[in-house]
């Protein structure tokens, strides 16, 4: 009880500061707070405190609703082999009798890899639990405890590394669902309450808002990012817990956290896979099937990534997707899509950035003729696409690095305003940087190589690396070092220029632009 006073302190500390600073910019504002000081205590209005009351007792409600369906999951995976059994024994009895460090035998029967993690139920009647593919992955025995302390075995039903999400089964009565809410529309701001077991703590629950939507590139080896990000605490052993709304919807699956290497745990920015996602492929990972995702064979830029890049175009803004590349055989070449389209519009809905048209193609059914808009040649068209079924193997993320490297060649020019050196490309320069060993072969090979970075030049600021080809400057194809020199000048400098630059991964383009 001692303990619940002194918890009211900083809430009711907090008001009396709130009213003093809201005196000074709205005095309206305080006309409705009534403070006094009596015996030693800060009390607040009744009005006041009503509204604080509220604001709880919807927080209250929620995590009372949403709660029995949050369950605890650990994991058993393949038996561990401890990193002294491999060390051998004159080194061992050298750390030990020179450096004083006792260095463990090997254990005669080593512990199995063990793991925990949060999960979500979404159907009582089937007994369907939704977490992360990095929970349960490789695990050999799964375990469920539910909020009324019941240990369950479950089993894996299905998995999708491509997203995070996983799907597995628990039997039993007397489950709890929680409903799958529609995270298109929560927006920036909307309170959410995270539920979970960070650091093994089950049935714990934390509060914030959502931060941002739409995140991705955040660092993790996954093909579709599209993450709510919020700033309610989000831990290790919280991966595959509920983001909930004010409505006890599961708006989002908790999935990572951004670290800070000096903090052992949350600081503030945590990630979600959103609902629509959990969503689309639900019926598959229950199934257990293979995900079949659709497939539009190009590379693509977000415009948003180089502003000023759009203009050179004809757009007056950062807008649409930029194709770098058209994958031969593939249904964007059947389409009739080429290499500077610009798609501004997938079935008649702007799209946002590269990841907003990956996700759209991947959730497309295999044989869907579906509508583009495009900006080509300073107008807009409309161009229809059967696509495709994603093949085998096939990632989005991001290009490989060339192998680095840096000479001089007979018929070389340095681009004095980008600090690089470019080449024709020979046969010698053609081995030294493997592309040789690409797919499409040395004849496919057009434009000039870069064949040195001045590590300080406005070149390794692009991320322009010895070994990658320059194709085309501001459409026009790049055949000759001098077509380079000539290209870059200050004036076009001046007004900003496009560069199609190509790696062993694929083609981008990139905006130049100087005083």
């Not at 500061?17 to 000074?24: G, I, K, N, S």
């Not at 690095?401 to 020019?413: F, L, R």
Request: no cysteine; charged share 25%.
């Amino acid at each position: 009880m001692v303990a619940m006073h002194r918890r009211r302190w900083p809430l009711l500390v907090g008001l009396f500061v709130t009213a003093v600073l809201a005196y000074a910019f709205h005095s309206e504002v305080v006309g409705r707070l009534a403070y006094a000081v009596e015996k030693g205590k800060i009390q607040a209005s009744s009005e006041e405190l009503a509204k604080v009351e509220a604001l709880s007792s919807v927080f209250r409600l929620v995590a009372k609703t949403a709660r029995p369906s949050v369950v605890q999951i650990e994991t058993v995976g393949p038996v561990r082999r401890p990193s002294t059994e491999e060390l051998p024994d004159v080194l061992r009895r050298f750390l030990e009798q020179h450096r004083g460090i006792e260095v463990p035998e090997p254990e005669p029967d080593p512990e199995p890899e063990r793991g925990t993690g949060s999960g979500v139920i979404i159907d009582a009647e089937n007994g369907y639990v939704v977490t992360n593919n990095h929970v349960v992955q490789n695990a050999e025995k799964i375990e469920v405890r539910l909020s009324d302390r019941r240990r369950l075995e479950a089993k894996l039903l299905g998995t999708d590394p491509k997203t995070d999400l996983a799907v597995i089964q628990i039997k039993a009565d007397r489950l709890h669902a929680a409903p799958l809410g529609d995270s298109d529309t929560m927006e920036v701001g909307d309170w959410v309450l995270a539920i979970g077991a960070p650091f093994g703590l089950d049935q714990t629950v934390s509060q914030g808002i959502i931060s941002a939507v739409g995140r991705s590139n955040i660092g993790l080896n996954l093909d579709y990012q599209d993450f709510i990000q919020t700033d309610a605490a989000i831990n290790p052993g919280n991966s595959g817990g509920p983001l909930v709304n004010m409505r006890g919807e599961v708006i989002g699956i908790n999935t990572a956290i951004k670290r800070n290497p000096l903090l052992a745990g949350f600081v503030g920015i945590g990630f979600a896979i959103p609902s629509k996602m959990v969503k689309q492929y639900l019926p598959d990972l229950i199934a257990g099937r293979e995900i079949e995702r659709g497939y539009l064979g190009v590379r693509i830029q977000s415009l948003r990534e180089q502003p000023g890049l759009a203009k050179t175009f004809g757009l007056q803004e950062d807008t649409g997707v930029l194709i770098e590349d058209i994958l031969a055989g593939g249904p964007a070449a059947k389409a009739g899509l080429k290499v500077e389209d610009i798609i501004l519009e997938y079935n008649g809905e702007p799209v946002r950035d590269n990841t907003d048209v990956s996700s759209r193609v991947a959730v497309t059914k295999p044989g869907t003729v579906v509508t583009m808009k495009v900006w080509r040649q300073d107008k807009a068209i409309d161009v229809e696409v059967t696509i495709g079924k994603q093949p085998e193997g096939f990632s989005t993320r991001g290009y490989l690095d060339s192998e680095a490297g840096a000479e001089e060649t007979d018929e070389a020019a340095e681009i004095e305003p980008l600090g690089m050196t470019v080449a024709r490309l020979t046969p010698e320069l053609i081995r030294k940087y493997r592309w040789d060993e690409q797919a499409a072969g040395a004849e496919d090979l057009k434009g000039v190589i870069v064949v040195k970075v001045d590590p300080y030049g406005e070149a390794a600021s692009l991320q322009i690396r010895p070994g990658e080809l320059i194709v085309s400057i501001q459409g026009k194809p790049v055949n000759t070092p001098r077509d380079v020199v000539d290209a870059v000048d200050a004036d076009a400098l001046k007004e900003g220029i496009r560069m199609r630059v190509r790696s062993v991964q694929g083609s981008r383009w990139l905006l130049l632009q100087a005083d």
